[in-house]
RNA sequence: GGAGAGGUGGCUGAGCGGUCGAAAGCGGCGGUCUUGAAAACCGUUGAGGAGCAAUCCUCCGGGGGUUCGAAUCCCUCCCUCUCCGCCA
């Protein structure tokens, strides 16, 4: 959520910076509404007031036992005019509110201009592709080869965009995870935390998935009405929500990982093939909260964070910082790291590293102690995939790949593999 | 699934329908004392909003109701805890 007090006091550099987005603001229609809350608000705290006054001068009569009967009669009317007033009031927040809720971030100043992907912009390259001297398989040729990756079985269970994974491969999986949550725990200083992964509605709204994006989630019908989480993110940070941390307690930091849902609704027709888009997947996540003046180098440290990953597992990749018109709803600026698939031949995203300003904060109430000012402030949320697991596997077997379809386990994972030097 | 208890400020925890944004303790902050620290003592300390300001308004799990007036009474929903049953 926006600051409420920019969108009343500086409307149109909001709405210039929305525009950038490709957003369109009713500035006329903001502004009327808030001229309207105004002149209703001043009129139902006037009311408020009067009542306090007479219902305390009423008490006191009947303390020292005068008359209360006339007292009662004047303020007979009061009680209704204050509720029509007060039912005005309500109706123009709520329609206030679900337009501040609706608003996206603001971009960063150092986002680039742009509509989508394509202008999104390169930042640097690390490693070279793999030069195969064979055609290379993609990884679901590489996966049903070795009976590894059965995307029929996984329908006739499920329906489409899910995978069973077998044998070496599930290992390779499961070691890839412990290796993400190993890397960040013990070398990039981050707790490892173990969260549910069904949230309520309340979780949703606190990191910007709700209201907007409900048909991107799968919601577990139920007296309850639980979602399943599309990314830790959700649950991590909302570790955070109607908090007040101490300023020695900052920054935190958390990596978890969990299972990711997501319906895809929009995406039909897209990356329909393989492991690239799946309703289920795992993800380890780093989640961070810092002092806003922190904010802007931990967004450079996370990413960076993740970047190990692909360094270590020797995975060319490149960083691209994503336009304002590419931004995320709650981002105000995004990393994406892409890694090189050689059964695609291009880089896709492989991790999405972003900063969100206060935006999340707000919704979540999520504040420290500014001990320069003794007050409660709110705290600045980031996080990153570090990495998406599934599509971590599908790099690591389209580019260790050789001739006869064999996968070599990359040295930082054989660890976790009992030694093996190719996948068997 | 059955039975019961409870949700109050950063935390613990009092609170007859009226002067209660709320006792007390802890914690925090400031001070006295001390070479310094601890202890002790004194003072101070909830959050949000409107307004240039004086000041005013809202908030005691959420929502609704009764009343001139609700933390306190009623309804409803949510959540937590304890016991019994079942169970990975």
Redesign the pocket.
Known sequence: ML???LL?TRLAEVAAHLARRGLVLDTGRIESLETER?GL??Q???L?????????????A???GAD?VP??AE??D??DR??AAEARL?EIRQTADAIGLSLPNLPHASVPDGRDERDNREERRWGEPPSFAFQPRDHVELGSLNGWMDFDLAAKLAGSRFVVLSGPLAGLHRALIQFMLDTHTREHGYTEVYVPYLV?ADSLYGTGQLPKFEQELFKVPG??DLYLIPTAEVPVTNLLR???L?AGELPRKWVAHTPCFRSEAGSYGKDTRGMIRQHQFEKVELVQAVRPEDAFQALEDLTGHAETILQRLGLAYRVVTLCAGDLGFAACKTYDLEVWLPGQETYREISSCSSFGDFQARRL?A?W?N?DT????LLHTLNGSGLAVGRTLVAVLENYQDSDGRVIVPEVLRPYVGWQDVLA
Request: aromatic share 0%; hydrophobic share 30%.
């Open positions: 600051d409420p007090r009343r105004k608000q001043m139902v705290q006037a408020q007031g009067e009542r306090n006054a007479r219902s305390k001068a009423i008490g006191q009947k303390a020292s209360i007292l009662l303020v007979s009061l009680g204050l509720k309500d309520n007296e309850r109607d908090r007040i101490a109430q504040r102690r001990p003794g007050k409660p402030e």
